[in-house]
Each structure stands twice: as structure tokens, then as C-alpha cells.
């Protein structure tokens, strides 16, 4: 699966609460509809540009469709006031419409229904492979 193209990176997922992150958001924004083609590529170029400038915090940056959205942002934050500091910052983007919505997810709560590892998706991948060579 390596020499296929199959992973981007090697990563350790850590603890994020043991690295003083006490949230992570989810929050979707939608672009602007009413923009012209010209102001659309400009959108795009903004966008590429937001997620080299964003600040390390921010593990995700991606467009797509649903929940009547457009776009959604991961983030990890230390305390509220971070994560406030980034919608703030999403919200003054000229080609974003002005409201955002979030789902927060306390780090510390001490209720975890599955930890945000990839040991399940390995396991999903490897029982997949197996069926199929049957």
C-alpha cells in the first residue's frame, strides 16, 4: 500500500488534553453565492492562501457540501477564547457568508465513545483486504 500511494504522511496522534488543548471545533461557513466567476477564482485563491496562513492549530481546512455549508474548518483549541478568535477571523473573510456554525467537542469531558485515532480505520482496511483476497 506504500509504494501504491496510499498514505500522505507518517503521524503520532497525541494526547491533545496532556498538550493543554481543551476543544475541538468543527465549524462550517458556506462561501458567498452571489459571487461572479472573477470573484470566485479570487475565493479559491483566498481560500488556498487562509490555509497556508492559518494558524497551526487548525488541522483542517476543506470545502465540500452538506448541513447547508460549504466549508469546514478543524481545530483544536486551548480555551474558548481561541476558538472565538477563529470565527471571528472566518466571519471577516469577504468571500464567506458572515455566520458560522460550530460543533464543539470537550477534550476533557471524561466520556470518549471513540478517541480520534486510526486504529479502527486500519483494522476496517485490513478486514476489507482480507475478504477480498477469499
Same mark, same amino acid.
Given at each position: 500500500?506504500? $509504494? /501504491? #500511494?496510499?498514505?500522505?504522511?507518517?503521524?503520532?496522534?497525541?494526547?491533545?488534553? $496532556?498538550? #493543554?488543548?481543551?476543544?475541538?471545533?468543527?465549524?462550517?461557513? *458556506?462561501?458567498?453565492k452571489?459571487? &461572479? *466567476?472573477?470573484?470566485? /477564482?479570487?475565493?479559491?485563491? !483566498?481560500?488556498?492562501?487562509?490555509?497556508?496562513?492559518?494558524?497551526?492549530n487548525?488541522?483542517?481546512?476543506?470545502?465540500?457540501?452538506?448541513? #447547508?455549508? =460549504?466549508?469546514?474548518? #478543524?481545530?483544536?483549541?486551548?480555551?474558548? =477564547? &481561541?476558538?472565538?478568535?477563529?470565527? !471571528?477571523?472566518?466571519?471577516?473573510?469577504?468571500?464567506?457568508?458572515?455566520?458560522?456554525? &460550530?460543533?464543539?467537542?470537550?477534550?476533557?469531558? /471524561?466520556?470518549?465513545?471513540?478517541?480520534? @485515532?486510526?486504529?479502527?480505520?486500519?483494522?476496517?482496511?485490513? @478486514? &476489507? /483486504?482480507?475478504?477480498?483476497?477469499?
Open positions: 500500500m506504500e $509504494k /501504491e #500511494g496510499y498514505f500522505i504522511e507518517y503521524t503520532l496522534i497525541p494526547n491533545f488534553t $496532556k498538550l #493543554g488543548y481543551h476543544l475541538f471545533a468543527l465549524t462550517f461557513a *458556506s462561501i458567498r452571489e459571487l &461572479s *466567476s472573477e470573484e470566485a /477564482e479570487k475565493a479559491r485563491k !483566498n481560500g488556498l492562501e487562509l490555509a497556508k496562513t492559518a494558524p497551526p487548525v488541522v483542517a481546512i476543506e470545502r465540500g457540501m452538506g448541513l #447547508g455549508h =460549504s466549508v469546514v474548518v #478543524g481545530s483544536f483549541h486551548k480555551d474558548y =477564547s &481561541s476558538y472565538v478568535e477563529l470565527v !471571528n477571523r472566518l466571519k471577516r473573510n469577504p468571500y464567506l457568508e458572515s455566520s458560522c456554525e &460550530s460543533f464543539l467537542i470537550n477534550l476533557d469531558d /471524561e466520556v470518549h465513545y471513540r478517541h480520534l @485515532t486510526l486504529a479502527t480505520l486500519a483494522k476496517h482496511i485490513l @478486514t &476489507s /483486504e482480507e475478504k477480498q483476497k477469499r
